[in-house]
């Protein structure tokens, strides 16, 4: 099966902000700001629905390392699987990558971006999302 056949029994239900904790640190925002990122992501499955939550945590810190912004956000992006289509945790870790990344990854650039903004600091952007090189492109059905 090829990646579009695979992802054809994918029908997206909803993207939805789960959990959200943001904490305002003490550091000064009048020189660099270093962010450092973290992200997990876990399938789970419950007869045809399927529902991936997806984790991010960030802090930014000062040039003297303290403390700015600290935060974690977690989104479940849910899905409804066509009938009869048993994937394996393989196919779904993969998809998770393949997918469900691409899919949330704009809210959560949306989310540190206000977040760190609405704490005084710069707007700060996470990295446009690419697919890595490695990654064999996606077939075209046969």
Known sequence: MSD???VRH????SITMTR???????????GSVNLSTEAGMQPHRDG??????VDL????????????VSGSVQFAVAYHLADDFVPSDEQ???YGFGGV?????PYLREHVMSMC??????PYALPILGRDENTPPMEEPV
């Open 117 to 122: 903004t609405r704490a005084g600091l710069p």
């Open 10 to 13: 994918f029908q997206l239900r």
């Open 20 to 30: 959200c904790a943001v904490e305002r640190g003490g550091g000064r925002v009048d």
């Open 92 to 94: 779904l870790q993969h």
């Open 48 to 53: 045809s629905e399927l529902t991936y939550l």
């Open 57 to 68: 945590s960030y802090k930014a810190v000062d040039e003297d390392q303290e403390p700015l």
């Open 4 to 6: 579009i056949e695979f």
């Open 101 to 105: 990344a691409f899919q949330v990854h």
